[in-house]
């Protein structure tokens, strides 16, 4: 007697329908994923961007000499007043839409909603509108407060904190906040503001605030539109950077470093000039005192660097 098996007919397509379901299974788990990171990623953005907005309110707002021949005032609310030179008495307030002085950029205007429960501390001192003086406001809310650092005409436009390494302020807002927009912060390496190359950084945000516009300089032309970067400090000081050189580099590049010795640090300054992406025509002389800022680039294998020199050096 001869047996023929049978070779069970539908079953072929029961396996092709379970095989439909499991693969339908990981989308709707991977559509789950990526929608969720996407608030995640939306949601530290809306709360790092309130936290800064607010913290504008406490801007120094100094009447300061920048230190390449213009009298600056910097109006409550950030904006760069009448540029003007030769002695002549600036005028706190926007700039005149006629004018054709570019030495030195307007500003954006600052945001209006100053609004936030994270500066709500009646121990904080506000500036004081009226005479155009600022006190210390931002030591209490955060001890590690270093300055002021502001492009104007570009999302630059924050408090740098000073952390004990180089990992807190990456994931943590100035206010201590755990967000992954972190902070401008100032190398770990450096003592203060004050040495002879200071490194700043901040992230490359995909919405160009923090450290997200640096990219930009990629151009000669936003570099021509955006030359100098204003460091101010509580007392109402200014110090005037003015940018010569930027590049794409490593993360272990020794543009990174904080202590050379003279040999050392004209071998960088060297270097940075030789490595820029256009020629700025601007001579750094020897012993100058230099500022990096730099961001994340290329999935963060690369980073973005942005040198200036310090202006009346």
Same mark, same amino acid.
């Given at each position: 007697?001869?047996?023929?098996?049978?070779?069970? $007919?539908?079953?072929?397509?029961?396996?092709?329908?379970?095989?439909?379901?499991?693969?339908?299974?990981?989308?709707?788990?991977?559509?789950?994923?990526?929608?969720?990171?996407?608030?995640?990623?939306?949601? *530290?953005?809306?709360?790092?961007?309130?936290?800064?907005?607010?913290?504008?309110?406490?801007?120094?707002?100094?009447?300061?000499?920048?230190?390449?021949?213009?009298?600056?005032?910097?109006?409550?609310?950030?904006?760069?007043?009448?540029?003007?030179?030769?002695?002549?008495?600036?005028?706190?307030?926007?700039? %005149?839409?006629? !004018?054709?002085?570019?030495?030195?950029?307007?500003?954006?205007?600052?945001?209006?909603?100053?609004?936030?429960?994270?500066?709500?501390?009646?121990?904080?001192?506000?500036?004081?509108?009226?005479? =155009?003086?600022?006190?210390?406001?931002?030591?209490?809310?955060?001890? !590690?407060?270093?300055?002021?650092? *502001?492009?104007? =005409?570009?999302?630059?436009?924050?408090?740098?904190?000073?952390?004990?390494?180089? *990992?807190?302020?990456?994931?943590?807002?100035?206010? $201590?906040?755990?967000?992954?927009?972190? !902070?401008?912060?100032?190398?770990?390496?450096?003592?203060?503001?004050?040495?002879?190359?200071?490194?700043?950084?901040?992230?490359?945000?995909?919405? =160009?605030?923090?450290?997200?516009?640096?990219?930009?300089?990629?151009?000669?032309?936003?570099? *021509?539109?955006?030359?100098?970067?204003?460091?101010?400090?509580?007392?109402?000081?200014?110090?005037?950077?003015?940018?010569?050189?930027?590049?794409?580099?490593?993360?272990?590049?020794?543009?990174?470093?904080?202590?050379?010795?003279? %040999?050392?640090?004209?071998?960088?300054? !060297?270097?940075?000039?030789?490595?820029?992406?256009?020629?700025?025509?601007?001579?750094?002389?020897?012993?100058?005192?230099?500022?990096?800022?730099?961001?994340?680039?290329?999935?963060?294998?690369?980073?973005?660097?942005?040198?200036?020199?310090?202006?009346?050096?």
């Amino acid at each position: 007697m001869a047996f023929v098996l049978d070779p069970g $007919g539908p079953a072929p397509k029961r396996r092709f329908a379970r095989w439909k379901i499991f693969v339908a299974g990981i989308l709707i788990v991977g559509a789950c994923v990526g929608g969720w990171r996407y608030y995640e990623y939306r949601h *530290e953005y809306t709360i790092a961007d309130k936290e800064y907005e607010a913290l504008q309110a406490f801007k120094p707002v100094p009447k300061h000499e920048t230190g390449d021949g213009h009298d600056v005032v910097l109006t409550p609310g950030g904006d760069v007043g009448t540029v003007v030179q030769d002695g002549d008495v600036p005028v706190a307030g926007p700039p %005149d839409a006629a !004018s054709t002085d570019t030495d030195v950029p307007d500003a954006g205007g600052g945001p209006e909603d100053t609004g936030g429960a994270q500066v709500e501390d009646p121990s904080v001192t506000v500036p004081d509108t009226q005479t =155009g003086t600022e006190q210390p406001a931002l030591v209490p809310l955060n001890g !590690s407060y270093v300055c002021w650092i *502001e492009i104007p =005409g570009t999302e630059v436009d924050y408090p740098v904190a000073h952390g004990d390494d180089d *990992e807190y302020y990456l994931t943590h807002t100035f206010n $201590g906040t755990y967000n992954k927009c972190g !902070s401008i912060f100032l190398a770990a390496g450096n003592s203060g503001m004050s040495d002879q190359h200071v490194v700043v950084y901040g992230h490359n945000m995909l919405n =160009g605030s923090m450290f997200g516009g640096l990219k930009l300089y990629r151009e000669q032309e936003y570099w *021509e539109e955006h030359p100098y970067v204003y460091i101010t400090y509580a007392d109402g000081s200014v110090e005037t950077y003015r940018i010569f050189s930027c590049y794409l580099t490593d993360p272990n590049d020794a543009v990174y470093g904080t202590s050379f010795t003279a %040999d050392e640090y004209k071998a960088l300054v !060297s270097d940075m000039i030789g490595r820029a992406l256009y020629n700025t025509n601007i001579a750094v002389p020897d012993g100058a005192q230099t500022l990096t800022l730099s961001t994340c680039a290329n999935d963060n294998t690369k980073r973005f660097a942005v040198n200036a020199i310090r202006v009346g050096d």
